[in-house]
């Protein structure tokens, strides 16, 4: 199976899904509180899940990270990391969301690689052609698919 046949099926998979799930997780958070909310939720129906860190230790955050991945597996589901292209790479996240404040779309492209996707939360570089899909309010956008998005905590 060649890369393109490779991504659009990834993208079937991460773009059919009924809702996204967005967590902003900060150092004080519970991590077994976290990821009880996450598997209640994942356990109704697969999502797309969308991980935002901030004020927390890269150590502690790939920690983390790796355990929602798992869960994403676990549960048919798609992750994405915000802004992070290291950590989408090194997790094996399906994809980041990038905002204007972060890398480029190409800068991200070199580091996740072909087959991660890469998003915007805002318009102005949505014609980049290293970007698949963009932020919309609380929507996810790609090719037609919509898909809600729901603060998980």
Do not use: W
Request: some cysteine; aromatic content about 6%.
């Amino acid at each position: 199976m060649n890369d393109l046949m490779k991504k659009s099926l990834i993208k079937l998979k991460l773009f059919s899904k009924q809702r996204a799930l967005k967590m902003v997780v900060s150092g004080t958070c519970r991590e077994d509180n976290l990821l009880d909310s996450l598997a209640s939720e994942l356990v109704k129906t697969p999502a797309v899940i969308i991980v935002d860190f901030c004020n927390m230790f890269d150590k502690d955050a790939l920690i983390l990270l790796e355990k929602i991945k798992y869960m994403s597996q676990e549960f048919d589901s798609s992750l994405l990391v915000c802004n992070r292209a290291d950590f989408c790479f090194l997790c094996g996240a399906d994809g980041i969301i990038l905002s204007d404040n972060s890398i480029t779309p190409h800068q991200a492209r070199d580091i996740v690689g072909e087959l991660a996707f890469i998003g915007m939360e805002s318009s102005d570089k949505i014609s980049d052609s290293h970007v698949d899909f963009c932020i919309s309010g609380r929507v996810l956008v790609a090719d037609g698919y919509k898909v809600g998005i729901t603060d998980l905590v």
